[in-house]
């Protein structure tokens, strides 16, 4: 029994532990960041193999350099290819660009800067934000050392996506929801850039009685979508269009690896299910999950619980996320954690949100070895005892209140 409540409410995860394993963490990625960029610019600015300097963000930057000149030919899979290739090196690995005519437009400013330095300044402005968010909920610290250390973030700063941006807008404008709604809506309305991560959202807005910040997020979509038709054109969307059904092809055979997809969808497809049942599978937990917002969202219980339901709930949700998606994650693992110093800790609940943090650097290895796609099973206990907190939150509290809590408080 003593065996099982080391698991059940894990006293060894002191807040001196988690500041050593943080730093080693920041360590980590700065020696891989290093790495990185000297390995990949062997060639060119490739790797031996091939790989882009910051892998993914040459698909931001030459979309950008598209949507200055040709939009629609960004969506051509040989242009693309052919273009990115010459700026980073004719060895470089096919790449392609699959994001929403919003996107480009937002990303535009990159076309004015070469490529390297646009790397710097996307890197250096999500990380910034992020940092920027997560000091409101964790104290500049444990922000720096999250923003940095986790491995999600890591993730981001290896391959140059956009998490830090996705974690800041959602992070954001659910922290300000309350106290500026509008504000809060207009973020919202800017994750249409990445439109797959506000699936849940209306819902939550919906059920919570956010009707003005559910107004401006949709206003604000609108007049996104309405100024991506009047600076890139219509034909644009239509071949965006063309091209989701490209990216729904390679999600459905698993190009680019299950293992670092940590959805329902891959999940079954990893244990051999069809593409039907993976798909009937993800769709009912996308309906449970939405439930859940739902009834958390109506329920009288802290924001910052049904913030982290949401973010969690979205996860299990969507058919395709990926690793470096997770940076989000962070703010939603920062909420339940103020909540349970606050009250107690559920059982299980420290050992969860451990594993939620480091499900990127466990999730794809255990899973690429195993054959199993662990993520799942981790972001829905993580969703179960947030709603436990959310609509019993005096069932189950630990009693085990370590005066060594995990972390500083936010004021600290």
């Given at each position: 029994m003593a065996s099982l409540d080391t698991?059940?409410?894990?006293?060894?995860?002191?807040?001196?532990?988690?500041?050593?394993?943080?730093?080693?963490?920041?360590?980590?990625?700065?020696?891989?960041?290093?790495?990185?960029?000297?390995?990949?610019?062997?060639?060119?600015?490739?790797?031996?193999?091939?790989?882009?300097?910051?892998?993914?963000?040459?698909?931001?930057?030459?979309?950008?350099?598209?949507?200055?000149?040709?939009?629609?030919?960004?969506y051509d899979l040989a242009v693309f290819d052919a273009f990115q290739k010459s700026v980073v090196g004719s060895a470089a690995v096919f790449k392609y660009y699959v994001y929403p005519p919003v996107a480009m437009m937002?990303?535009?400013?990159?076309?004015?800067?070469?490529?390297?330095?646009?790397?710097?300044?996307?890197?250096?402005?999500?990380?910034?934000?992020?940092?920027?968010?997560?000091?409101?909920?964790?104290?500049?610290?444990?922000?720096a050392?999250?923003?940095?250390?986790?491995?999600?973030?890591?993730?981001?700063?290896?391959?140059?996506?956009?998490?830090?941006?996705?974690?800041?807008?959602?992070?954001?404008?659910?922290?300000?929801?309350?106290?500026?709604?509008?504000l809060a809506g207009m973020l919202f309305g800017l994750l249409s850039?990445?439109?797959?991560?506000?699936?849940?959202?209306?819902?939550?807005?919906?059920?919570?009685?956010?009707?003005?910040?559910?107004?401006?997020?949709?206003a604000t979509v609108v007049l996104l979508v309405v100024g991506s038709i009047a600076l890139l054109g219509a034909d644009v969307w239509l071949a965006f269009l063309h091209m989701m059904a490209v990216q729904r092809q390679i999600m459905e055979i698993g190009v680019w690896g299950w293992h670092r997809i940590p959805t329902i969808f891959a999940a079954m497809r990893m244990a051999?299910?069809?593409?039907?049942?993976?798909?009937?599978?993800?769709?009912?937990?996308?309906?449970?999950?939405?439930?859940?917002?739902?009834?958390?969202?109506?329920?009288?219980?802290?924001?910052?619980v049904k913030a982290a339901t949401l973010v969690i709930a979205t996860f299990v949700s969507l058919p395709y996320a990926q690793d470096y998606d997770m940076v989000v994650l962070i703010f939603a693992a920062g909420w339940l954690l103020n909540q349970a110093l606050a009250n107690g800790f559920l059982p299980w609940e420290r050992l969860t949100l451990a594993m939620l943090l480091v499900l990127p650097i466990v999730a794809m290895p255990l899973s690429k070895w195993t054959g199993v796609q662990i993520g799942p099973i981790v972001l829905w206990a993580m969703l179960a005892l947030s709603a436990r907190r959310a609509l019993a939150p005096d069932s189950g509290v630990a009693a085990f209140r370590p005066a060594n809590s995990p972390v500083s408080s936010p004021a600290a």
């Open positions: 698991l059940r409410y894990a006293p060894w995860l002191t807040r001196e532990r988690v500041l050593r394993w943080s730093l080693a963490f920041v360590l980590m990625s700065a020696i891989l960041v290093t790495a990185h960029i000297v390995t990949h610019t062997a060639v060119q600015l490739t790797s031996e193999n091939g790989e882009q300097l910051g892998i993914d963000f040459i698909n931001y930057w030459s979309g950008a350099r598209f949507a200055s000149e040709q939009p629609v030919r960004a937002l990303s535009l400013p990159l076309a004015n800067l070469s490529f390297v330095w646009a790397l710097v300044a996307w890197v250096g402005l999500g990380a910034g934000f992020c940092l920027w968010s997560l000091s409101r909920l964790l104290g500049w610290r444990m922000a050392l999250a923003t940095f250390g986790a491995p999600a973030a890591c993730l981001n700063l290896l391959t140059g996506q956009n998490g830090y941006f996705t974690a800041g807008l959602l992070g954001t404008g659910l922290m300000v929801l309350d106290r500026r709604p509008v850039y990445k439109p797959h991560f506000g699936l849940l959202l209306p819902v939550a807005l919906i059920f919570g009685g956010h009707w003005r910040a559910f107004t401006a997020a949709a051999g299910a069809g593409e039907s049942t993976a798909y009937a599978a993800q769709i009912a937990s996308a309906a449970l999950a939405a439930a859940i917002v739902a009834l958390v969202w109506r329920a009288r219980c802290p924001l910052e």
